[in-house]
Structure formats: C-alpha cells, structure tokens
C-alpha cells in the first residue's frame, strides 16, 4: 500500500505519522511543524528574550544536537546569540568521544564552543573517582546523583566563563516526565513543586534556565535528527544502568502503552502542583562555602563535595539535613578551592 500524501504541503508522500496526532507528514514539513512549535514554545513561554547571549548545554547526544540545531534556524528570528558550553565529566571510555561529536557540531555550525571539566571546578574529582570512592559506601548506584548536581554547577560555571545570559538544555517532554514520576516515587514534594515550568528565571544571582523541547516528544527528537541528517553520540553513559531513572523510564513506557497522552500529563500535572504552606521548605539562601542558592549551610554541589572529602560520601546524599549541614571540623586539613573558578578549555571560535 502507498504512503499517503503529506498532510501539510500535498505534494510529497508522508514520511511517517506523527506519534501523538497521527498526521501523516513528509520529511521537510514535519521540521517545519517541530522547529514552529520550539519557536511557539520560546516566543509564548517569554523564555530567551531579544539580545540575549545563549549557552546551550551540548552533550553530543541527540537531544542537546537537535536543541542546537534548532536554536541556531531559529536565532535569527529570536534575535539571540549561541555559546556551546560541554562539560567533561572524566568518565574514562565515554565521555572522549561525545565531546568529538560536540567539536565536529561546533565546527559544521560555525558555533563557539567551550569545555569545562570536572576535575578543574572540583578540586580534582572527576566522575570516575567519584565511581571509586562510591564504590564501597552501599552507594555506587548514586553516581547520576553526584553527577547531576555537579553537571549543573559546571555549566552555570560554563556559561558564566562565556558571557551568558541564559542557559538552554536538551531536556524533552520523556525526560521531564520521568523525573516527575522520580519525585513521586521518592516522596520528594520539595522537588515536585518546584518542577513546573519551563524553566527557572534565576534567583539568588543564577542565570535564568529553561528547556525550549519539554513539550517535543523523544519520539519526535529521533525523527527531527534523522531527517536533519545530525550527526550525534547516541551510546548510554556507562553509570546508567544502575541509576533509579531507569525504573521511572519504563514504568512511563508502561504507561505511555496504556494511555499515549500520560507523558505530557505527568509533564503538565508538574506545572500545577503547589504545596500546603506547612510543607514549604524555607527560604533559599546563600551557601556558606562558594555563595550559590542554597536552602541548607551548604548547597548541593558543596555538600556532595564536602562528603567526598572527607570520605563519607553518603552523608551528603541522604535524605536527612546531616551531610549538607556537617561543612567539617574546626581545623580541618585543607580548604577546598571555591566552586566557580576553572581552569577550563577553551575551544577557538571555528
């Protein structure tokens, strides 16, 4: 049996349906359709505003190349300027040949592109030493957590070492639904509350985040790179496996198979959750050891350093305020050098 006409141009025969309307588009119209609705999603979220200079977390894998890709058709209609910002998280084996994919999409795109790495913000620790030290603690499935909250400060580092005003990332709508399912599942309201949205505008002197493809499906990322032809890293990082997101990512198949509108659900169910005022947490403040946000003595990124340290690991990750709170004896060995001051690589300008 034929492919049908497009339903868009009526010229072309349709390369495929799309997965959550079911129109049957060519391969040219269906780009169109997605780089319109990511421009829709900027323009009516008032996500990156006119002049603003852009850091775009690049990963190498296909949703931070489709983000790039599209940001760059669109930014002469946006008004906005791009810095590709990657970090190296020194995973041994992995992460070498995504950042080749970054340098060959910086180099076709005539984009700027700059590295940071872990061992040069975090006082030597990379992702493999975290690894190691994790290893005998009961929390070597923790890695993604250590590894989220430093890949975040590093780019926030990043695109303040290239005069960003924004900082864009891949995320889309699979992802933004599994880590909502995650929240549940842990009981994390804290987190939940704060997951609406398209981002965060920036507080306590953070740059303003969001992600311009939470409402494009993974489906319809896979289909814009293969029709755009992009060239991306598409193997799994070697920790994943054992990180908790997995069980949230195939119970959302589960449900996505039951009822195929459940991840844009969970994604918007996000944005109108609010939590009785006995549950709020406390007012965020500044962390006494490097000044970003933070609602404890120590922020996030610090207190999972801090544990390292002092080989502990796992008190900075608990549930419980001890690690973040413990920032170490009167006298202690050394100081740790303040989060924020890398010596980072600079790619030139191609």
Known sequence: MPAPQCASCHKARAALRRPRSGQALCGTCFCAAFEAEVLHTVVAGRLLPPGA????GASGGKDSTVLAHVLRELAPRLGISLQLVAVDEGIGGYRDAAL?????QAA???????????ADLFGGWTMDAVARSTAGSGRSRSC???CGVLRRRALEEGARLVGATHVVTGHNADDMAETVLMNFLRGDAGRLARGG?????GEGGALPRCRPLQLASQKEVVLYAHFRRLDYFSEECVYAPEAFRGHAR???KLLEAARPSAV???VHSAERLALAPAARPPPAGACSRCGALASRALCQACALLDGLDRGRPRLAIGKGSRGRDEVGPPGAPRERKQVGTPASEAVPTF
């Open 250 to 252: 195939d119970l959302l």
């Open 144 to 146: 993604c957590t250590f």
């Open 100 to 104: 080749a994919a970054v340098r060959r």
């Open 264 to 266: 844009l659900d969970l």
């Open 53 to 56: 200079v852009v850091a775009v």
């Open 108 to 118: 076709r795109w005539e984009l700027p592109l700059t590295i940071v790495a872990y």
């Open 197 to 201: 949205g398209l981002g965060s505008p």
